[in-house]
């Protein structure tokens, strides 16, 4: 089921230019061997099936919101401050203040002399003094307090896993939950998750032409991420999961030339209750004994209609450029 058209997005089927040889032909090859059938009407089918069920392509709401569930219950979102400051201008020179306080301490100086020397107030230096460590000093009174939007957090928490990361709309809806406070402070809080819990953006749905194209590619030649999506959206729609089987019977019948067991394989579609597929069975049985024969023996008429299709293109680069004595010695000498 390899393309037969290099970069092809329905590899297996040859896109909807149709189907022009056998997998893993090139348009070098067909002029040299043919081509068994043309079931680019195949493709159309899948597709059809694939628009019919295309609701099922998007993962539904309830798991999204399990999976937004997961991660909030995941994140540690307790962003109130707890400890001393360890960065920022104030930070810096209370530490330096405090080292040479006690340096001087150290080298027996009182605390009138030390504020003399440093150009620092007295109560400054003693409370510089008293303290053990620079830490004592960066912890304001405010630390570990409650605010007025702790009982409002969780919810927050879940509107930001759900991908609402918009201040001005999560204040207006805790604002109706009976929020009291400000705008300012929401605006922070949301400040410190967007820092620490950078927004994911929802993934999204595969395209019906993209799902078509997995359905009818080699498996071997999708990605992880692509042949996982495909896996998934099987498992939701046991309509699409039956069309990918029927589509992966016909490509052997091609692949291994098994045109005795066509009708069986109409059979089972028939008996499927798959409308878009039925009419390309229906198609294939106007013209039996040819698609047979062409998904059996080595022959067909591709070789003609690669020559025709030389002659065509030949003919329109020359259109208005020359005779036809000139179209008539192209013709020849790339035959």
């Known amino acids: 089921m390899e393309s037969p058209v290099p970069g092809d997005g329905h590899a297996g089927f040859g896109g909807r230019a149709g189907f022009g040889g056998r997998a893993g032909e090139t348009h070098r090859e067909k002029p040299r061997q043919g081509a068994p059938v043309r079931p680019n009407n195949l493709v159309e089918a899948v597709e059809k099936t694939v628009v019919q069920h295309r609701a099922l392509l998007r993962e539904p709401q309830a798991t999204t919101t399990a999976a937004a569930a997961e991660a909030v219950e995941g994140l540690d979102l307790d962003l109130s401050p707890t400890g001393p400051r360890t960065t920022g201008r104030l930070s810096d020179r209370v530490r330096e203040q405090h080292a040479a306080v006690h340096a001087l301490l150290d080298e027996g100086l009182g605390q009138r002399p030390i504020a003399r020397r440093l150009g620092l107030?007295?109560?400054?230096?003693?409370?510089?003094?008293?303290?053990?460590?620079?830490?004592?000093?960066?912890?304001?009174?405010?630390?570990?307090?409650?605010?007025?939007?702790?009982?409002?957090?969780?919810?927050?928490?879940?509107?930001?896993?759900?991908?609402?990361?918009?201040?001005?709309?999560?204040?207006?809806?805790?604002?109706?939950?009976?929020?009291?406070?400000?705008?300012?402070?929401?605006?922070?809080?949301?400040?410190?998750?967007?820092?620490?819990?950078?927004?994911?953006?929802?993934?999204?749905?595969?395209?019906?032409?993209?799902?078509?194209?997995?359905?009818?590619r080699h498996p071997d030649r999708l990605d992880d991420d692509q042949a996982q999506q495909l896996k998934t959206i099987l498992a939701r729609c046991p309509e699409l999961d039956r069309t990918a089987g029927h589509v992966r019977a016909f490509a052997e019948l091609m692949n291994n030339r098994q045109g005795q067991d066509l009708d069986q394989w109409i059979e089972r579609v028939?008996?499927?209750?798959?409308?878009?597929?039925?009419?390309?069975?229906?198609?294939?049985?106007?013209?039996?004994?040819?698609?047979?024969?062409?998904?059996?023996?080595?022959?067909?008429?591709?070789?003609?209609?690669?020559?025709?299709?030389?002659?065509?293109?030949?003919?329109?680069?020359?259109?208005?450029?020359?005779?036809?004595?000139?179209?008539?010695?192209?013709?020849?000498?790339?035959?």
Not at 138 to 147: A, D, E, H, I
Not at 330 to 335: D, F, M, P
Request: proline share 6%; net charge positive; glycine share 8%.
């Open 121 to 216: 107030a007295r109560n400054t230096v003693r409370r510089l003094a008293h303290a053990a460590t620079a830490d004592e000093l960066l912890v304001g009174r405010w630390t570990g307090r409650s605010s007025i939007l702790d009982p409002f957090k969780p919810y927050l928490h879940q509107r930001w896993a759900e991908g609402c990361t918009v201040a001005r709309r999560l204040f207006e809806e805790v604002r109706e939950r009976g929020y009291p406070g400000g705008e300012g402070v929401v605006k922070v809080y949301v400040a410190k998750l967007r820092a620490d819990f950078p927004p994911t953006l929802p993934r999204k749905a595969p395209s019906v032409r993209d799902v078509t194209s997995w359905l009818t």
């Open 270 to 335: 028939q008996a499927d209750d798959l409308p878009a597929l039925h009419g390309f069975v229906n198609g294939l049985g106007q013209d039996r004994d040819a698609v047979v024969a062409g998904l059996s023996l080595p022959y067909s008429s591709g070789a003609v209609e690669g020559h025709n299709n030389k002659i065509k293109m030949l003919k329109r680069q020359m259109f208005g450029r020359a005779n036809f004595d000139l179209l008539r010695k192209r013709v020849l000498l790339s035959a």
